[in-house]
């Protein structure tokens, strides 16, 4: 069946209607499209993104994305020009703007045809620094989770649900975190793991283990100290991401934050502030449930 959209031209003295089909609103609309920039030489830069390497009417379909964000547009490169381009490093060049009516999505795309190249400089990113601008990115799009509204509702509701810290092979930081717990030790249901944080194959393995394990909250928790690169490692941010439970990190150190405290839906600077989170949101809760319950026997009673 035919799909029509309804387009109203009215006339205050003769008013009429006319039928268009979605291709011609867009090629109408394609058509009013006119600004300076599409008439003339512009110059862009950004970095440079290869594509599958398929040419279409002696182009190739690459990628020009925004240094300091995530936005992009499509380049139509000549074959002799691609052969220069180097992926991931930031390059300048001529062109014009050209638009495409895409009808399967009802869209126009802006895009660039190249005619020159200008300047081609070395990237400030490496290519594993922009799979984590990558990363961060996702983290981002996908949301961070609130923490203290779902430990929140698990308290109030009663449901049980594991915290799974991990820690180091020889730390002592789970006589801090216990300690900062006071009364609501007895609420969670806390275990600590002891692997080789300078492992990452360890660490990615328990991440594996726990969220398998069906644990609610996975933390990593270490004293202060240096040699924190381990922790900005790519693999290892990638798996915490794809965790289904709630992610934490408790690494004592407040000036180097590395990728895996940017990633995580909560990053705590010393183990001990993650004890004292816990606490705090267990007393509050409680606190809270005791003055409803109080305000409700007073309202009874009237």
């Known amino acids: 069946m035919a799909l029509f959209l309804n387009f109203t031209?009215?006339?205050?003295?003769?008013?009429?209607?006319?039928?268009?089909?979605?291709?011609?609103?867009?090629?109408?609309?394609?058509?009013?499209?006119?600004?300076?920039?599409?008439?003339?030489?512009?110059?862009?830069?950004?970095?440079y993104i290869q594509g599958k390497g398929n040419q279409y009417s002696g182009y190739f379909y690459d990628t020009f994305r925004d240094e300091s964000s995530d936005a992009a547009i499509t380049i139509l490169v000549?074959?002799?020009?691609?052969?220069?381009?180097?992926?991931?490093?930031?390059?300048?060049?001529?062109?014009?703007?050209?638009?495409?009516?895409?009808?399967?999505?009802?869209?126009?795309?802006?895009?660039?045809?190249?005619?020159?190249?200008?300047e081609q400089t070395q990237n400030k990113y490496n290519e594993d620094d922009l799979k984590k601008l990558e990363l961060m990115q996702r983290k981002a799009v996908s949301g961070y989770r609130d923490v203290y509204s779902w430990l929140k509702e698990k308290i109030i509701r009663e449901e049980p649900f594991k915290i799974g810290i991990i820690i180091g092979?020889?730390?002592?930081?789970?006589?801090?975190?216990?300690?900062?717990?006071?009364?609501?030790?007895?609420?969670?249901?806390?275990?600590?793991?002891?692997?080789?944080?300078?492992?990452?194959?360890?660490?990615?393995?328990t991440f594996d283990r726990l969220n398998n394990e069906n644990y609610g909250v996975i933390a990593v928790s270490r004293g202060g100290g240096d040699n924190l690169d381990i922790f900005s490692r790519y693999p290892i941010a990638e798996k915490a991401v794809a965790l289904q439970a709630i992610f934490i990190t408790a690494i004592g150190h407040k000036d180097d934050v590395t990728l895996l405290q940017r990633i995580a839906d909560k990053s705590f600077i010393t183990p001990s502030e993650l004890g004292q989170f816990l606490n705090d949101v267990y007393n509050h809760t409680i606190e809270d449930l005791e003055n409803s319950k109080a305000k409700l026997i007073e309202s009874v009673k009237l």
């Open 169 to 205: 092979k020889t730390g002592i930081i789970d006589n801090d975190i216990k300690h900062q717990l006071r009364e609501s030790i007895g609420f969670y249901d806390l275990s600590f793991h002891r692997i080789n944080l300078s492992s990452e194959e360890e660490i990615i393995t």
């Open 9 to 47: 031209l009215m006339e205050i003295e003769n008013p009429t209607i006319t039928t268009y089909s979605p291709a011609a609103i867009l090629n109408l609309f394609n058509n009013s499209i006119s600004i300076n920039q599409t008439k003339r030489i512009v110059q862009l830069k950004g970095i």
């Open 78 to 118: 000549p074959p002799l020009i691609r052969n220069e381009l180097q992926p991931n490093k930031t390059v300048t060049v001529n062109g014009f703007v050209t638009r495409r009516v895409i009808n399967s999505s009802g869209s126009i795309q802006i895009q660039l045809t190249v005619t020159d190249l200008v």
